[in-house]
């Protein structure tokens, strides 16, 4: 059965704090990446990564950095944590897929960061 | 720029009726078209997807119908049930990444 694994579901930090998500996949996939979801907004890409070391930026990477060391394993970086950055966070992976579909992108249940 | 624009925001249906839910895009480089389907404290997960050269595609109760001149399709949920009630997303494809819509908030009363 596929697996994305997020390694809190409840983070509480404090403004100015440095904070680390985990996410972790044992689909071998390629793609990895880091959203954020907020009510009315959709889900926002921060970051997203094709290969081990590779990343990419998405539409809202101001604030946040990624690190992919290993394959499986896809983490998100708040620097310097702030209020504006209270929002539950979800990974995902998917396959590298250059055409034909379905680019199913698999979910991980996200992590509900408050920052205080 | 809002690329993705999905209507209406929340949805009240009774048991047994029909849930349509609408997604208008501008960018005619998307190539698949997906809507993903998120129940509380899960993450979103693929329902139903269609491909650019299909009007129409369906999978027991649910239907994608695809309008490639007006650039919207939208999800067409028969026979509604209460276990339907989750929030849903339209998210078209281009270059490995998803666009996903504002989302739907579903729900079916018994």
């Known amino acids: 059965d596929v697996k994305v694994t997020q390694s809190s579901r409840y983070l509480v ?7 680390f998500l985990e996410c972790v996949q044992d689909m071998d996939h390629e793609n ?17 990564s094709y290969d081990v070391k590779m990343k990419e930026k998405g539409d809202i990477p101001e604030g946040y950095s990624v690190s992919r060391e290993k394959k499986e394993r896809f983490s998100l970086i708040l620097e310097s944590a702030s209020t504006n950055q209270t929002s539950m966070y979800l990974c995902a992976s998917s396959l590298l897929k250059t055409s034909g579909g379905p680019y199913e992108q ?3 249940p996200g992590t509900r960061l408050t920052v205080t | 720029q809002q690329q993705v ?11 047994g009726g029909i849930s349509i839910i609408n997604c208008a895009y501008e960018n005619t480089a998307f190539d698949y078209f997906p809507w993903y389907q ?3 404290g899960k993450g979103p997960a693929l329902l139903i997807a269609i491909r650019p050269d299909v009007s129409e595609k369906k999978e027991g109760r649910f239907t994608i119908s695809f309008n490639k001149s007006a650039k919207q399709f939208s999800l ?7 276990g339907d009630s989750a929030t849903y997303f339209c998210a078209p494809h281009q270059g490995g990444k998803l666009i996903f819509g504002q989302g739907t908030e579903l729900s079916v009363k018994p």
């Open chain 1, 106 to 108: 698999y979910f991980g």
């Open chain 2, 38 to 40: 998120q129940f509380p």
């Open chain 2, 5 to 15: 624009k999905q209507s209406p925001q929340s949805l009240i249906v009774q048991k």
């Open chain 2, 76 to 82: 067409h949920i028969m026979d509604s049930q209460p």
């Open chain 1, 32 to 48: 990895m990446f880091w959203y954020r979801q907020d009510p009315g907004l959709g889900l926002r890409l921060i970051y997203f």
């Open chain 1, 13 to 19: 930090k404090r403004t100015g704090e440095k904070v």
